[in-house]
């Protein structure tokens, strides 16, 4: 194996495993709000709602030319989501 091949590995590893340790972070935390009976409104809605999106983007991919739609489709949410929260 090259020395390339090996280093893109790894890093594949790293990203994958922040990934999924950032998800189950965001599901902990979803969970935590619903179970502890606080004020559950807009605001948290649309928070699940871009993880839940982020994260499906992020997983399903396939095809490499898909990936770049996915990053575009990534910024619209948050760009979406920024410019709905209220200030």
Same mark, same amino acid.
């Given at each position: 194996?090259?020395?390339? &091949?090996?280093?893109?590995?790894?890093?594949?590893?790293? *990203?994958? &495993?922040? &990934?999924?340790?950032?998800?189950?972070?965001?599901? $902990?935390?979803?969970? *935590?709000? $619903?179970?502890g009976g606080g004020d559950f409104g807009e605001n948290e809605a649309r928070v699940l709602?871009? &993880?839940?999106?982020?994260?499906?983007?992020?997983?399903?991919?396939?095809?490499?030319?898909?990936?770049? *739609?996915?990053?575009?489709?990534?910024?619209?949410?948050?760009?979406?989501? $920024?410019?709905?929260?209220?200030?």
């Amino acid at each position: 194996m090259s020395e390339n &091949t090996h280093g893109t590995s790894r890093f594949r590893r790293v *990203v994958t &495993t922040l &990934t999924i340790g950032s998800f189950s972070v965001a599901a $902990l935390m979803g969970i *935590v709000a $619903l179970l502890g009976g606080g004020d559950f409104g807009e605001n948290e809605a649309r928070v699940l709602l871009t &993880t839940l999106t982020v994260s499906l983007a992020a997983s399903s991919g396939v095809a490499a030319w898909y990936s770049g *739609v996915q990053l575009l489709s990534v910024y619209a949410v948050f760009a979406v989501t $920024l410019y709905l929260v209220p200030s």
